[in-house]
């Protein structure tokens, strides 16, 4: 009976993991979509401003013209700002994405204010650009990294087997017959 009880809650236990790993993988996920997404918006920004827009112009044409979160938050926040929201709360929205901060501030100060956000959207897409390579650098290192296990695990024991048992044996037979 103990081993009944120690089993299920072994199991469950178990179930409660793997749930909070599947969960933890898909926010991960989710974070590496939204900053691969967040660079092309930054540069599209940055060149509805340099043509001319204004922040609710820039932030609306954006969001229709790409798909996924970040075009979906900009068109929140460009409906937002065009129903007269403060553009302090309405960029909060954009903020609220892994690694939008910079723009959205960038864009809450040209909206606020009207300094030109045309360099410094620039600026902050290339890093933004800049930090997705890295973080892809990484991953395939890491990669790099985690397939050699499973190679060492196939050849280690065929050159084992095949490399240097025969030799060990042959060594083996030759020191016997002398005996």
């Known amino acids: 009976m103990a081993g009944v009880v120690v089993g299920l809650a072994v199991a469950f236990g178990a179930h409660r993991w793997l749930a909070h790993q599947r969960l933890a993988e898909d ?5 590496v979509e939204v900053r691969a997404e967040l660079a092309p918006a930054g540069d ?21 013209s790409l798909d996924g979160t970040v075009a ?9 700002l065009r129903l007269g929201g403060e553009p302090a709360r309405a960029w909060l ?18 909206g606020i204010s009207g300094v030109p956000a045309v360099e410094s959207a620039s600026l902050i897409a290339a890093e933004l650009r800049a930090e997705s390579g890295r973080a892809a650098a990484a991953r395939a290192r890491r990669a790099g990294v985690l397939v050699t296990l499973p190679l060492s695990a196939c050849f280690l024991p065929a050159f ?3 490399g240097v048992a025969p030799v060990l044996m042959g060594l083996a037979g030759g020191l016997l017959e002398r005996n």
């Open 160 to 162: 084992l087997t095949l």
């Open 72 to 80: 979906e938050r900009l068109r929140h926040v460009a409906a937002e």
């Open 44 to 64: 599209l920004l940055a060149a509805c401003l340099a043509a001319g827009a204004g922040p609710r112009e820039a932030a609306e044409a954006v969001g229709r």
């Open 93 to 110: 929205r954009l903020a609220a994405l892994p690694g939008a901060e910079g723009l959205a501030r960038c864009m809450e100060r040209a």
């Open 27 to 31: 926010r991960r996920l989710a974070e």
